[in-house]
């Protein structure tokens, strides 16, 4: 059993190039059969949850979803990337990814360096541009929220000047500042090709898919079916949402210090060891 493993670990050694370029592909193939399994369920759930709704909402679940079928990359991952904006797509930008990591890998192989480093270099690259999308949508969104006060300000500012809500939308389009302007810009592209207002407020939710965001679009369709004052609305819920952000900064400047002294007491232990035996 040994020289089996042997004659192995010396065959993987004298040819790492090729072990390399298999190590990698056997990695890629795992991945994308773990993305369409994911997908496979994920699309599956969404059906089921499609049949309790009305006719017109089947017919329109059942074509994002196709739409989703068809997409190879995670549901959770194109979600977040869409946030960010970017030019390319987002499985254009895996592709890239993936083609960086091969092009390290056969750098680190060409100059001779430790196999299981040759052969970890390229998948640690990959998560590590993977981590950072979910990262960057993570900013992004947490400052969207932020945004959102002193957009429903300004919304209700505008009523009250006497425009109507899908010309305050447009003029805020051009005043507000991203990463809001441009979800901004997508709800009133929306209006501009005749979709119904709360139609449009739903996708707008559903995209961003935040509570505040939800609390805000529900409300607004309520008011317009119901015929409520929009510029109150806007107004209280401003208050609201900003309480609620300042309360999360107290929060967190208050919990700072004691995340603080746990980090540093959990990494005295193994420091003073070291000083230890180094003495």
Not at 39 to 61: G, M, Q
Not at 179 to 207: G, M, R, T
Request: aromatic letters at 12%; proline letters at 5%; hydrophobic letters at 45%.
């Amino acid at each position: 059993m040994s020289e089996v493993v042997y004659q192995s670990f010396k065959i993987i050694t004298e040819e790492k190039f090729y072990a390399l370029v298999f190590c990698t592909l056997f990695l890629f193939i795992i991945y994308i059969s773990l993305t369409r399994i994911y997908s496979f369920f994920h699309w599956k759930s969404k059906l089921k949850e499609s049949h309790k709704s009305s006719h017109s909402s089947k017919e329109k679940t059942s074509n994002q979803l196709g739409e989703n079928k068809k997409n190879w990359v995670p549901s959770p991952f194109h979600e977040a990337y869409k946030i960010l904006h970017w030019p390319m797509s987002s499985d254009q930008y895996l592709v890239l990814l993936g083609l960086m990591s091969l092009l390290v890998s056969f750098i680190s192989f060409r100059f001779n360096f430790l196999l299981f480093i040759t052969l970890l270099i390229g998948p640690i690259i990959f998560m590590t541009g993977y981590a950072f999308i979910k990262l960057k949508a993570q900013e992004q969104r947490k400052k969207l929220i932020e945004q959102i006060p002193l957009f429903m300000q300004s919304l209700s500012n505008a009523l009250q000047a006497g425009f109507a809500l899908p010309q305050a939308l447009k003029f805020i389009a051009q005043e507000i500042t991203p990463p809001l302007k441009p979800e901004i810009q997508a709800l009133n592209a929306q209006l501009d090709l005749q979709i119904p207002l709360p139609k449009a407020l739903q996708d707008f939710s559903q995209k961003l898919k935040h509570p505040d965001i939800t609390f805000v679009c529900e409300s607004t369709i309520i008011q317009l079916k119901t015929g409520g004052n929009l510029i109150q609305l806007f107004q209280k819920t401003a208050q609201i949402i900003e309480e609620k952000l300042k309360l999360e900064r107290d929060i967190k400047s208050f919990t700072s210090q004691g995340k603080m002294s746990g980090i540093l007491m959990a990494g005295l232990w193994p420091l003073s060891l070291l000083v230890f035996n180094w003495m």
